[in-house]
């Protein structure tokens, strides 16, 4: 479920949404809204959630993709801004989206990744370059490439920081002059390597909620040395998990141990 807001906060930042990474987690897994942080962007992230949640459940079902089922991802993706409806004229687009997602999901993904990444990149040019869903294209174009990967069992690619605005740049080259293969192939200097954290890194929150599941004894010194923060800044973070009902403290200080719940 980490991995799922990662995407999601990371694509909502392209939309302009503010929220990191970990307001992103406590709204889309507490339901814990930030201060400072606009209706409308929670908003979009926790629609967006829906519209994962919807593709992913496709993916596992191995539902053949179809305009209609396109449709139902959109409405839950786009609930609050502005709805799911793609704009008039674009029913070829969705035919042709359709059309290359069918032919890769239905043939063995092995020895082909490569194959199947370029046509998630393909898919996420034909819905921005035809504006399917208006100003929200891109980010339905995202959430598209991400369901095809799903489904094939593959590495879902990120719009890292370091890339944006080459990711930007290209994309509008290639929408504007009409060739696709621009950002194909950008995209494919870009796709998901196993090897490498394409999402931002997990908060001090749930390294700490890691770490203690697997060495309950370990005390705040130790934990600030294994996460690289201060041991006030671990105890502040432990007095709020246990808030929250996530860790208790079983025994005493000085001999007990912690058990995440």
Known sequence: MDR??????????????TLDIEQC???LRDGVSSAG????????????????????????????WSAYRIR????KALRNSGGGAPAAGTEPALQKICSLANTQRLHPVEGRSHEVYRASFEIHYLVSQHRIWGPLSDMMARLLMNWLQFECGLEPTVIRKGVIKD??????SATSE???EIFVSFMSDHEADPDETLLPKPSSREQILTLLKAHPWMSTNDL??????????VEKQLGILKERGSLRRVGPDKGGVW???
């Open 178 to 180: 009409e060739i696709g």
């Open 37 to 64: 942080k606009t209706i409308s962007e929670q908003l979009l992230c926790m629609d967006l959630r829906d519209g994962y949640l919807c593709a992913q459940q496709f993916a596992r079902a191995r539902e053949f």
């Open 72 to 75: 139902s991802v959109a409405d």
């Open 167 to 172: 990711y930007r740049r290209v994309l509008g």
């Open 224 to 233: 600030a040395k294994e996460i690289g923060i201060s041991a006030k800044g």
């Open 259 to 261: 058990e995440v719940l």
């Open 25 to 27: 987690g406590l709204l």
């Open 4 to 17: 799922l807001f990662g995407l999601v906060q990371a694509s909502a930042a392209l939309e302009g949404c």
